[in-house]
Structures are given as C-alpha cells and as structure tokens.
C-alpha cells in the first residue's frame, strides 16, 4: 500500500473515550482509563499497542492510513488483515487486504459507516464476558478431559490422538417442555453420566410450541438461551459432550428459518469456539424436502460456525426425518472438516430398509452420527420393537456408531426414558426408569 497520506482519524471523539493515564511499574508502562474501567488490554491507545498482558510494546506501535481505496492501521511494516482490532477502544475489522470495512455483517458483528463494531446479530444477547470465552478445564478422568477435541477420520469420530470413540447418552427433551425442562440440571446429567453416558444433547425447537422462531419474544429466547447455557455448563462440568441441537421438525426445510440459523450459530460457536466439548447439529430433521435444499443450508451454516469454531465436529441432518444418509456420498457438503450426517431410527417404524441405508454410507465413506432413535414407533409412542432394536444396536456398535437416545423427559409416551409417575428430576433408579429407559441404561453399561 502506497501513497500514504496520515489523516486525523475522529480524534476527538478517541481522545474523550479513552481519557486516562499511562502509568509505570516494575513491568513497564500501562495505561489507566479515567472512567473506572481498569487497565488497557490487547488494544491500541493513542497509537500505542498494549499487550495482552497489559503493557504498551513499543515495536508495534501504529496509526491510522489512508489512500484512495479506504482507511488502514500501519504499524511498522506490518498492517492488520482479516483481524479485529480495537484502536481507541473502538473495534474496527481489516479485510483480507488491510482495509477497514464499513457498512457490513462480519460473522455476527455489524460495522457501522465509520467502521466500528456497533451491534451483534442477536441483539437480545448480552455480549459475553472474554472469560467465558476461555477454553474450560475438564474435571480429570472425564471423557472430554480424555478424549480432547474430537475429529471425523474417513467414516469415524475419532479423539484428539486419533483414535476411534462413540459418544452415547440421551436427548433432552424439548428444552423449554414442562415434561423435561426440570431434568435439566447438574445432578440429572449427573445421574446420566454414572450409566456411562458422555454425551447429552439439547433439543431446542424452532418451530413447536415455544420453539426458537415461533412467538418471538424477547422473555421466551432469553430463557431459551440461559437454559442452553445453563446445561452447557454443567454438561462441562462434568466433563460430557454436549450437542446443540436447532430442532427443525415442523418447518421441514432447514431453510424456513435460515435467518434465524445463522443467529443462532454464530451466536452459539462465538460462545463455545473454545468448548472442545460442544458439538452443534444444524437441523435435526429435514423432511418434505430434498438433499439439495439440506446441502445448500448446511453450505451457508457450516462456514459461519467455522468463523469462530474451527474444528468443532458439526451434524447435517438428511432428507426424511434424518433417513436419507446414503444420498450424501454422491454431493457432500463443501466443507467437510468434521462433519458427520445425521441417521434417526424408531425401530418400530424403521427396519432393514433404514439400517440399509446406514450401510451404503459407511460402505460410500459417509460419516454418520445416530443423534436420535427410540425403539418404539416414529410418533415417539406405541410398542417397543426389540427384535429391530437389537438389529440396530448390533449394527451400532460393531460400527462404532455413536448413538443418544430420545428423551430424557417423563412425558406419558414409550420413547420417555423416566416413568411417568416419577417425578424425580435426577437420581433416577430402574425402578423410576421406563422399558425403553432401562433398555438404554443398559445399551450404554455395555450390557
Ligand atoms: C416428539 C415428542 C412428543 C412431542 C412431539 C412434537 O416425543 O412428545 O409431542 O415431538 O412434535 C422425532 C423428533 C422428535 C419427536 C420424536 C417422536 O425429532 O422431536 O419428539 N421423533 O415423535 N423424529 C422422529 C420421532
């Protein structure tokens, strides 16, 4: 970039925000804003970059430019690029050339005509503080503390050193559902993981009743958002993989409420771009609608979670109420690093046919993620099915496939794994347990 003329750069405005002193200890100089905010932090001040640590480090000093293509920030021979900088505690965002850009959504913040960071995407959510975006310790001997970021390897979820694992464990119920709310809480998962469970997944709706996208009120997504955070808290805890589920069901196409997706995931993997154990599930059922339309949603969700989460393993749901995995091999999503499709079974309703379809995948190089089945029928009730479900569950495991059960609510219906008179929210016992409870506590023991 040439032609560099040095212009003032709304100093006036700077200099009243970012009132203060520099200041001098045994460390080197710091600086102190005058409005009860502490010390600077891996930003510029008048010019001076401080470090993360807190001190100005003189060889990166900087300042605003300018020529005829726009505005950038020079310091030395070196100029920010595909970065967000705070420059007298405003955040601007330079392009992939070093120019400011204005006017636009970078992921989920908004830059104003004058480049700076005004408002994010939800703007019902408060602005997380930077320590909850620290990656979080595991408690030892747990399987997120063992197991570390997991990674896709041709068809199998893999840990951190490559080997292959199966996550098991059980669906939340829909999380704002009376029938299974309560369950959400540290003990219930608690309970779960003493089965041997490493994985909870939760199910938030979009469209049934008090669903992400339906009554929108500010009161319903906040609750919604606090009991996402809450239970991601405890499932970290505990050291258990959670998946965030967008629980398209109703709306058939993931692209009914796109607007709303890309929210939601930019809002969920700023949030959780650290947590090695938060898995997202993009769309939990498609149905009346084609893989086309699926891949074409997943080609504009995937990228906005890998803004802020690199690596993090995410789940495409498949045409069918998550049926069709033996039509992706032939067009996969564009960015496949860590991506598995998503197969749900009732083994009632779904028989050879299905577990077919599951082969083909594997057989074509599919990953698959079973992340909800029940051994009843499709509707979540009427009889169980164990001659299917032990086909299902042989062929489960002998793959490596990992599976969660559906659901973790006391709901009088045969996929509810607590009976319906218990009205315990943790610590459930067999006896509390229901047929299709039991047949999952003892899938996960191994028995
Ligand atoms: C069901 C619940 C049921 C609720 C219904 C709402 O079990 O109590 O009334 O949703 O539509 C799925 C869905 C899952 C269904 C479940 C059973 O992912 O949301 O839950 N099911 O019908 N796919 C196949 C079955």
Same mark, same amino acid.
């Given at each position: 970039m040439l032609m560099i003329w040095v212009l003032p750069f709304r100093s006036e405005a700077a200099t009243k925000s970012v009132a203060g002193t520099w200041k001098k200890d045994s460390k080197g100089w710091y600086y102190q804003f005058k409005d009860g905010s502490g010390k600077a932090k891996s930003e510029y001040i008048k010019g001076r970059w401080v470090n993360a640590k807190g001190y100005w480090e003189k060889k990166w000093d900087g300042k605003w430019c300018h020529n005829a293509k726009g505005w950038w920030f020079q310091a030395g021979s070196w100029y920010p690029k595909k970065k967000w900088v705070t420059i007298d505690r405003k955040t601007y965002y330079f392009n992939a050339s070093g120019y400011m850009v204005t006017n636009q959504w970078i992921g989920r913040r908004y830059v104003n005509k004058d480049g700076v960071w005004t408002k994010t995407r939800a703007g019902k959510l408060v602005e997380p503080k930077t320590s909850q975006l620290k990656k979080p310790t595991y408690p030892a001997g747990s399987p997120a503390k063992k197991w570390g970021a997991l990674q896709v390897k041709g068809t199998k979820l893999v840990n951190s050193a490559g080997t292959a694992v199966q996550l098991k464990g059980v669906s939340t119920f829909g999380i704002i559902w009376d029938e299974g709310r309560y369950n959400i809480n540290l003990d219930g998962?608690?309970?779960?993981? +003493?089965w041997g469970a490493n994985a909870i997944r939760l199910a938030v709706y979009t469209e049934e009743y008090g669903g992400y996208?339906?009554?929108?009120? =500010?009161? @319903?997504t906040s609750e919604l958002n606090k009991t996402i955070a809450n239970a991601v =808290? %405890?499932?970290t805890k505990l050291g258990m993989y959670v998946i965030i589920d967008w629980h398209i069901l109703n709306d058939g196409n993931p692209n009914t409420h796109i607007k709303e997706a890309k929210q939601f995931f930019a809002d969920m993997s700023y949030k %959780?771009?650290?947590y090695t154990n938060v898995l997202y599930e993009i769309c939990n059922e498609p149905n009346n609608t084609d893989w086309a339309s699926v891949k074409s949603y997943a080609d504009t969700i995937i990228p #906005? #979670?890998?803004e802020n989460d690199s690596d993090a393993i995410i789940l495409v749901g498949t045409p069918t109420w998550s049926q069709d995995v033996d039509l992706v091999a032939k067009n996969p999503v564009k960015?496949?690093? /860590?991506?598995?499709y998503v197969l749900h079974f009732y083994a009632s309703t779904h028989g050879d046919n299905i577990r077919s379809k599951l082969k083909t995948a594997l057989k074509n190089g599919t990953p698959v993620f079973v992340s909800e089945f029940s051994i009843c029928a499709a509707d979540g009730n009427g009889s169980i099915d164990y001659t299917s479900a032990a086909a299902w569950k042989k062929l489960i495991n002998s793959n490596k496939v990992s599976y969660i059960g559906w +659901?973790? +609510? /006391? @709901? /009088?219906e045969t996929s509810a794994l607590i009976k319906n008179s218990c009205s315990k929210h943790s610590g459930w016992k067999d006896s509390d347990l229901t047929e299709t409870g039991k047949y999952l506590k003892k899938w996960i023991q191994g028995k």
């Amino acid at each position: 970039m040439l032609m560099i003329w040095v212009l003032p750069f709304r100093s006036e405005a700077a200099t009243k925000s970012v009132a203060g002193t520099w200041k001098k200890d045994s460390k080197g100089w710091y600086y102190q804003f005058k409005d009860g905010s502490g010390k600077a932090k891996s930003e510029y001040i008048k010019g001076r970059w401080v470090n993360a640590k807190g001190y100005w480090e003189k060889k990166w000093d900087g300042k605003w430019c300018h020529n005829a293509k726009g505005w950038w920030f020079q310091a030395g021979s070196w100029y920010p690029k595909k970065k967000w900088v705070t420059i007298d505690r405003k955040t601007y965002y330079f392009n992939a050339s070093g120019y400011m850009v204005t006017n636009q959504w970078i992921g989920r913040r908004y830059v104003n005509k004058d480049g700076v960071w005004t408002k994010t995407r939800a703007g019902k959510l408060v602005e997380p503080k930077t320590s909850q975006l620290k990656k979080p310790t595991y408690p030892a001997g747990s399987p997120a503390k063992k197991w570390g970021a997991l990674q896709v390897k041709g068809t199998k979820l893999v840990n951190s050193a490559g080997t292959a694992v199966q996550l098991k464990g059980v669906s939340t119920f829909g999380i704002i559902w009376d029938e299974g709310r309560y369950n959400i809480n540290l003990d219930g998962f608690k309970t779960v993981k +003493s089965w041997g469970a490493n994985a909870i997944r939760l199910a938030v709706y979009t469209e049934e009743y008090g669903g992400y996208c339906v009554d929108w009120d =500010s009161v @319903k997504t906040s609750e919604l958002n606090k009991t996402i955070a809450n239970a991601v =808290s %405890y499932a970290t805890k505990l050291g258990m993989y959670v998946i965030i589920d967008w629980h398209i069901l109703n709306d058939g196409n993931p692209n009914t409420h796109i607007k709303e997706a890309k929210q939601f995931f930019a809002d969920m993997s700023y949030k %959780y771009g650290k947590y090695t154990n938060v898995l997202y599930e993009i769309c939990n059922e498609p149905n009346n609608t084609d893989w086309a339309s699926v891949k074409s949603y997943a080609d504009t969700i995937i990228p #906005i #979670i890998r803004e802020n989460d690199s690596d993090a393993i995410i789940l495409v749901g498949t045409p069918t109420w998550s049926q069709d995995v033996d039509l992706v091999a032939k067009n996969p999503v564009k960015k496949t690093k /860590n991506v598995m499709y998503v197969l749900h079974f009732y083994a009632s309703t779904h028989g050879d046919n299905i577990r077919s379809k599951l082969k083909t995948a594997l057989k074509n190089g599919t990953p698959v993620f079973v992340s909800e089945f029940s051994i009843c029928a499709a509707d979540g009730n009427g009889s169980i099915d164990y001659t299917s479900a032990a086909a299902w569950k042989k062929l489960i495991n002998s793959n490596k496939v990992s599976y969660i059960g559906w +659901s973790l +609510s /006391n @709901k /009088n219906e045969t996929s509810a794994l607590i009976k319906n008179s218990c009205s315990k929210h943790s610590g459930w016992k067999d006896s509390d347990l229901t047929e299709t409870g039991k047949y999952l506590k003892k899938w996960i023991q191994g028995k």
